[in-house]
């Protein structure tokens, strides 16, 4: 069992940064792709970046490509998930959620793949 918690959520003006942190406890970690995805209201949760079990590779949906940048460490049993957020935009508005990938595969940005979810935290980016 894996446990996601994020923090980090708020409000900023466009244009403004944000950072949100993903603390994961659990078996294994090491072993697990990370990402984060984000839903806003009325629509379905999609993708936002990636980042491999060893923190070698990246993937981002093009829209936050040059603005958002994912990271993760470890340190004793914790490994924490970063999403750096800079020039937000209205439309980067909407609930974000860390997620944990424990299949073995290439990293990917389908939803399907991610077996453990965390709770979500807001972000508001007024205009």
């Known amino acids: 069992q894996v446990q996601l918690v994020e923090s980090g959520g708020g409000s900023v003006q466009a244009g403004g940064s944000l950072g949100l942190s993903c603390a994961a406890s659990?078996?294994?970690?090491?072993?697990?792709?990370m990402a984060w995805f984000r839903q806003a209201p009325g629509k379905e949760r999609e993708f936002v970046a990636a980042?491999?079990?060893?923190?070698?590779?990246?993937?981002?949906e093009d829209s936050v490509k040059g603005r958002f940048r994912i990271s993760r460490d470890k340190v004793e049993s914790t490994v924490t998930v970063y999403l750096q957020m800079d020039n937000l935009k209205p439309e980067d508005t909407a609930n974000y959620y860390c997620?944990?990938?424990?299949?073995?595969?290439?990293?990917?940005?389908?939803?399907?793949?991610?077996?453990?979810w965390g709770q979500g935290t807001q972000v508001t980016v007024s205009s």
């Open positions: 997620a944990a990938d424990g299949s073995f595969g290439t990293l990917t940005d389908i939803i399907t793949y991610y077996e453990y």
């Open positions: 659990g078996r294994a970690l090491n072993s697990y792709h």
């Open positions: 980042i491999n079990r060893r923190g070698t590779i990246v993937h981002y």
